[in-house]
């Protein structure tokens, strides 16, 4: 949408809104700040370039650049989006959708400490006519056939994947961090049925948590294509989908 016009916008019927939304922060030495919106944009314009070949109506908005790093705080320039505020963003971007009839929505999600599974639950009230949904590009598919160890944040997948859409940003691996992450002490925490956010700064010493050495520019493009490719089908799908008529 950020790159088209009104010429082309006001008669087209579009029936669903993919809404990119990424997060500014530290990703290791080697990776640019703006990783995770690089992410979710090129996914979203791709997955939505090939739906759109098969005549799914979907537009893509343009990427809210902050996302939740409240654990980052200590780390120079994250930027911290509250999740109060992250849902008054999203909750006025659903009431233009609402107000221009698409009501089907997909959040394009590239950070992980975003989360809108509670958000859609909130905003299924305030706009019952919109479907909202979300994803984690990155789990649309298993890493592990693509990766000797995907990583969580600027680990391998991200890396080859960043070094795949933009490589001039991405520093020579030789000076990247190990991203060698500590795990919490308790027990609980570590196998993971407690949850509880992590101080990065406590956790990892380059920011990063999984190591970046392994990625390839080929690594990131099959990933990506993949991706996209299962991202895409469900655009076409939900397009196609009759709200009305959702469960088998
Ligand atoms: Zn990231």
């Known amino acids: 949408m950020a790159e088209t016009n009104w010429k082309h916008v006001k008669d087209e019927n579009f029936s669903t809104a993919i809404l990119p ?29 090939k739906a759109w070949d098969k005549k799914a109506k979907a537009v893509v908005l343009p990427t809210i650049p902050f996302g939740v790093n409240t654990g980052q705080m200590d780390v120079k320039l994250c930027m911290n989006l509250n999740p109060s505020t992250q849902y008054a963003i999203l909750r006025d ?28 639950r909130e905003l299924s009230l305030e706009f019952p006519e919109i479907f909202a949904c979300s994803v984690n590009w990155w789990q649309s598919t298993s890493a ?9 944040h600027a680990g391998e997948l991200e890396t080859a994947a960043v070094m795949h859409l933009r490589p001039e940003l991405v520093l ?11 795990t919490f002490k308790m027990n609980a925490l570590k196998e993971g049925w407690a949850s509880a956010q992590r101080e990065w700064t406590q956790v990892t010493p380059d920011t990063g948590v999984g190591n970046p050495k392994a990625a390839t520019v080929e690594k990131g493009r099959v990933f990506f294509e993949k991706t996209t490719d ?15 008529d959702m469960y088998e």
């Open 93 to 120: 971007v659903a009431q233009v959708l609402d107000k221009h009839n698409i009501n089907k929505l997909v959040i394009l999600n590239a950070h992980g400490g975003n989360n809108f599974k509670q958000m859609i």
């Open 21 to 49: 939304w990424g997060a500014t922060e530290a990703h290791n030495y080697h990776l640019p700040y703006a990783t995770d919106n690089i992410l979710a944009q090129e996914v979203a314009i791709r997955a939505a370039g």
């Open 172 to 182: 020579p691996l030789d000076q990247a961090g190990e991203g060698r992450a500590k």
């Open 230 to 244: 299962m991202i895409a089908d469900f655009f076409l799908e939900l397009h196609r989908a009759d709200l009305k």
């Open 144 to 152: 592990k056939p693509y990766f000797e160890e995907p990583g969580d």
